[in-house]
């Protein structure tokens, strides 16, 4: 959530306002194409507990709005339906109850229709909102959080889908996929340096920004270096050709134990069929591309590589230090290839932005001086940092508008839904 | 499966095939109207491990035909779907590999559509190898076995359906119910008397039964003593406010674990909310009636009730006893009132059929000289005499064609989602 | 427990007090000497929630004769330490707490010793009742009830203490065993015919029995045959070459899920070592006998053997009805062999007794007209009849004045730390 | 270990060792020490899969010395039986197969006297090794590290045992401890100041420290303010009698679970008793002190209670930073208290060493440039680098030689076995 600095003022509301309005409706529609063509039964399944139902997603977000934006701002709002409180609250107590996250896959009723009925009436609130002159910075800020939100839940559709498409034994497709690049060699792996000193990290100014990316703050950094683009599937071939997944040797305790107790022998959505390795894409079973970034890898699987690799994981701050001054390029959800491609084009150079979300070394925890937002919102990372480590960079399922070099994503060290891999770094 | 002591002949089998012909459509038919009004996500979610969604069992009974009767016994029939025999495939590990049944709440495809196209395929099938004569005494049994194996199937679409209603938290109606009998008194508990020596007990003859209710054997029975009708709610209730749920020396070891595990303070379905019990039916909550027959508990809770009321629960031997010179008339699916009524009517004299199920203390194990049927079929009830007890009379869930005073359900004694109930017994 | 029929009188009481005194003193010699030479750490640890302790089986036969004989019955007594009460009941809820029977190996004190010197006490007070006239015949029913009691913990001290040294990586012996008979062939498997009719069961007169074996009771059987031996390890052999182990179809579903779930490959303490089956004994690791009764198998294993057999399990009734006409001769507990012989001798004839447990295919059900004992000692078997099956005959581990024609064993269907084989029956 | 700067010569080899055989016999005599007076059972038993018998970590420890020192550098050294190297290896792949960690407590033999003989067995070898010259650096530095290592069971010792005692119903004292000082005051909290800018962190030179503790390393870290002392008894029960235990909105996420899972109310070890609150110590039951420094709570405990008092928990980096100036004083096992006591004397001033560990805020990583040590023994602290989070200081239960400002103990974050307080920090 911003902190802005500048005085609030009419003048600057409007306008803000006038920022805003095209961007909430811009996200809303985009949530729908996402959307567009799926059967009820694709958007009402929940495939585990760690996935939300598509369904779901489409209400949450409308939740969100009517939650923190309506019922406080818009006089006479009226709730689509009151019992919608608790069914599509995600994680709010200082809102009040919560359905079990366990359980979305239970609700067959409302259903998708009334789903989509309610996200109108809640978008006809937000239009009535922006009408009668959105005269609050609170209320501002809050739907504008509600955008970004509503983005992370655009990610989350599509990681979602694309594991309950892939507990189907068809294997079915979410969409047919644009033709891909012809595959080719990846650029040469080269080693970028850093100095070492003191950085500022974290983001400042009036600008949006999540609560956990604040205060900008100082840290020291060693002198480090930075692989010039992710790890690739090739490159992750040979680490389990070298019998990565049975050296315990290469990994964390808790690693192993994951990997035994789950019983991975390669990243999530790898078959290994009939000689070769296919993977499971939002587009259906297809060759592995060896060129592509690896993706759908925990953060156990990365450590493990980086270690066989003689390397290691970057520091979240190490990662933010590069990317800082790189533009946000990249294949984002936009370019419709929802899937990770070989680095190519301008961002080749470093391939710091989209593709896949990079783990980073770091565990996800409050910068010095972290306060969360006031409030119930404030509830949104803060309460989660424990056992979860950073993702930098954005993948090829996050809009682009969504990301930042500041951008702290954060997962278990577990969790291989996401479109997650890795960058090696070294001490210098 | 019937086992036809009559030599069969082409006549036979004509007559056979003419009176099948209409009951499988008819069969057919009732299944569709059940899902009738329902949704796509109505009929895809699966909210427990026993439960299966309404589409499963839409195509789960059409494979019955497609894999016993078509690839058999149809010259030329193509699978609608070959995929389709892995994944509607219950438990037949002769026919091949089978989808897992916790998983079956992971399709989101083939949608609804097209599994209700996939039963008329199937049923286009059925007309076609009816009109070609039906030539074969095997395949017959077949059909018809998979007639009775689809009415079972509509009973546990319904018992499903309000497993899953129930877990959502608006408690959803499947239907409005019929308008039901005012309140009364259900008639005096009397007891039935039964004398004892060697009674012939199991089904015999050409006409239909389940291989399980085979062969006819004899069973010495002591004398003894039934209740003239099923234990009521307010019966119950006086188990309830007697402290029966707190007291371990009323129940089995095993029930009391379950007890506690489950954290069962009353039958499944009941919610106490100012000042009453509540109870959710198919038609949404209502307040409780205590003259209906109770309903939805598990062979522990009936065990510890009898114990507590100073009786036992009946065998199966004891039960069939008694209702093999009754009519099959009572509360059935047919009535459409979806849930058990206050006994009435001429059926009041013992209500033995319809209503709840009736646990008996009998486990479920192969009657003296029982041998499973010939083929996969084989896998039907045999390899499920483990850890089950019997149940007897049917319910207000199931067909009245389907029920004889030989039949014998099945279920673990944790299970509650049925209509479950029982009736008392004594030794004279 | 003994229901005598004839009225007491002062000289019946007295005569059976004489005769009860010593077989007390004879019952708690032995299970001391069972115990000889184990370490304290043999006596602590619990290896899985099933079993036990041995100090915990030493500490609470005692409580038994303290809790039900002498605070009741011996006027003055005091409890060694009101602790034990609590700590030592096993599941007796009408008694008191108890402690949880899973933490049982969480008890580092009261010590070996003072187990021992707990023992005593009770010892002393026994003999000061019998001293002053054990004039209440309730109580002398509960003494020999406790005898029969102390002599079922003798044969778990055993089995347990069997699986937990099988947990030691070691594989430590318990004892140096007797050396055993030559490798022969066992007898020829020949089938034992009785006729149908209706046959008498269970326990009638003023002997002791244990109140499951009660009333006598009237049971038709059809005409059916028996093996006359247990299967050997030779039979069992081939049914695991034959894959018996990897198809499903000869499995009851509850014990494929069994199978599958705790990954058996063989009966328990088999081990596949060099090229040879080697068994895990109470004399540590040796060959395995081919010609030795089959041991440490589930129901379900036996009733998968029985299937592919062609043939079945017997029911209680018809292994007694062959039974009670039999000498109760066999490889008991006091041969010192602790662990199944082949067949030989004047036993050899028909095994019944000793060597193995037979699991039998009856559910373990009350019979008809069954009522538990009064009082607390009325939870002692009524309370566990669900979710198990009968087993008869006794074994190498049980002593041999605790075995009767109509003694019923029962177990859960997945227990295997048991001596328990199985027997063929067909029918006729 | 160590990485000494200095370069190796035999004169300083030899100061070394002669400076490293007295510590070495000192401390393999107090881990006896804390063993008298405890019978077999007692070092037995495991009372949950996290704690060890007392008698594996005899074991153990004198197996860190065989392998490590005297199998690589002692020649004819002859292993006491070669079966312990899988059974007391703890966790180091690299050393061979381990026996499973939660089946610890399975093993009655090797039995007390046993394990005696084999801490014998090794000491004299290392007598033999020192005598013979111990002319190997490395070897010299691995036996340090492994007089580190048993100081570290030590520590387990005490805190395994008192989970043990705990679970046993009679609560037994482990010893008779010490008379406490007169209940009083402890003294009031005040805030100490540091100011912002470049700290230099961790250990540096040769003296010895474990590896995760180097490199020395720079931290910016801005001004901040910590505790003159930990949390009492007395502070937290005014968080507990405030609802802390009720209240999501004080927890993590992860925390709320645990706590929900786990059912806590109140500190491990605290037990409501006739409206007073007792608590659990090595010397057994007696009532909480309010003036104590707070024991056993989880870090989800430690970070609610800290945001609940508006504070927050200190980082690794600020406790050291303050730590690096302190003398290390306090209330270590040499104390006998074996229990935290309220702040007294001359450490008063910050109480920052013995008593409790302090829960900091920091997640357990490498430092910035970390290697592991070379060879198995680079197995010690790196594998756990994943869902730890540091504690600093030391405690009741530590040796003092044990404990520096730099060292670094983990745990995950729901552990309350070991003696885990809190220390308050904030922002300046």
């Known amino acids: 959530m911003s902190s802005p600095v500048t005085a609030p003022n009419p003048a600057h509301r409007a306008a803000r306002a006038a920022d805003l309005q095209p961007r909430y409706a811009e996200t809303r529609a985009g949530t729908l194409a996402l959307a567009a063509g799926l059967s009820p039964e694709d958007c009402a399944l929940q495939s585990m507990p760690d996935a939300s139902p598509v369904k779901w997603h489409l209400a949450h977000t409308s939740w969100f709005f009517e939650t923190f934006v309506l019922e406080p701002g818009l006089p006479g709002y009226r709730a689509y339906d009151p019992a919608f409180r608790v069914l599509f609250n995600s994680y709010y107590v200082q809102v009040g109850e919560r359905h079990p996250r366990s359980e979305r896959g239970l609700i067959s009723r409302p259903a998708l229709a009334e789903v989509l009925a309610y996200r109108a009436h809640v978008d006809q609130g937000i239009a009535r909102w922006f009408g009668a002159g959105a005269r609050d910075d609170a209320l501002l800020d809050l739907l504008e959080l509600g955008v970004h939100h509503e983005q992370q839940h655009q990610e989350l559709i599509l990681t979602d889908l694309k594991h309950l498409f892939s507990r189907n034994p068809s294997r079915p497709a979410y969409r047919a996929l644009p033709a891909r690049p012809p595959a080719g060699q990846p650029p040469a792996l080269e080693w970028l340096s850093l100095p070492s000193g003191v950085y500022e990290i974290g983001h400042d100014g009036p600008a949006f920004s999540f609560d956990n990316e604040r205060p900008r703050h100082r840290a020291y950094l060693r002198s480090f270096q930075l692989a010039s683009r992710p790890v690739t599937n090739a490159e992750y071939l040979a680490f389990l050709d070298d019998g990565g997944y049975e ?52 953060y156990y ?128």
């Open 247 to 298: 050296r315990p040797e290469l990994w964390l305790s808790d690693g192993w134990d994951a990997r035994t107790a789950q019983r991975w022998t390669a990243p999530a959505y790898w078959e290994y069929d009939a000689g070769a390795w296919q993977v499971f894409t939002l587009g259906g079973m297809r060759p592995l591309d060896p060129c592509e970034p690896l993706a759908h890898v925990s």
């Open 301 to 428: 699987e990365a450590d493990a590589y980086a270690r066989w690799a003689g390397a290691r994981l970057p520091t979240e701050a190490e990662w933010e230090a590069l990317a800082i001054r790189q533009p946000i390029e990249g294949n984002f959800v936009e370019s419709g290839a929802l899937h990770p491609l070989p680095a190519h084009g301008p961002q080749a150079q470093t391939q710091l932005f989209g593709d896949v979300w990079e783990w980073t070394g770091s565990a996800y925890l409050g910068y010095p001086g972290f306060r969360p937002a006031a409030g119930a919102v404030g509830e949104y990372n803060g309460k989660f940092m424990v056992n979860q480590f950073v993702l930098r960079g954005g993948s090829c399922a996050t809009p682009r508008s969504h990301v930042r070099a500041t951008y702290r994503n954060f997962f278990p060290p577990a969790a291989r839904w996401q479109f997650s891999g890795l960058r090696l770094a070294r001490d210098a």
